[in-house]
Nanobody, 123 residues
Framework: QEQVVESGGGLVQAGGSLRLSCAAS????????MAWYRQAPGKRRELVAS???????NYADSVKGRFTISRDNAKNTVYLQMNSLKPEDTAVYYC?????????????????WGQGTQVTVSS
């Protein structure tokens, strides 16, 4: 089975940095795109950053200039480098992978969600 797993969350002071990792595994034929979402208490889940198979990136206005999304194709992994963190960045961060799985020659396109990792930024 295919799955995605996040890591790297934690507690940091305002102005600090964290790097989140998300690794996809299973019978993966290709990864079409990967993205990071976040959800703070009482708020809807929002898209933070995304990256396509061709390397095109997109960022929420609130994180532009501070966060960087990147990928390692050989490891089926996406990273989110978070710098100049603010208390308002506090949330559970979720990884999403849009991928093509292959089993017995059959291709299936589907999105997979990670379990989430907590990021807390103190003032």
């Amino acid at each position: 089975q295919e799955q995605v797993v996040e890591s790297g969350g934690g507690l940091v002071q305002a102005g600090g940095s964290l790097r989140l990792s998300c690794a996809a595994s299973g019978n993966i034929f290709s990864i079409n795109s990967m993205a990071w979402y976040r959800q703070a208490p009482g708020k809807r889940r929002e898209l933070v950053a995304s990256i396509t198979s061709r390397g095109s990136t997109n960022y929420a206005d609130s994180v532009k200039g501070r966060f960087t999304i990147s990928r390692d194709n050989a490891k089926n992994t996406v990273y989110l480098q978070m710098n100049s963190l603010k208390p308002e960045d506090t949330a559970v961060y979720y990884c999403n992978a849009d991928l093509t799985a292959r089993q017995m020659g059959i291709m299936t396109v589907k999105q997979y969600w990670g379990q989430g990792t907590q990021v807390t930024v103190s003032s």
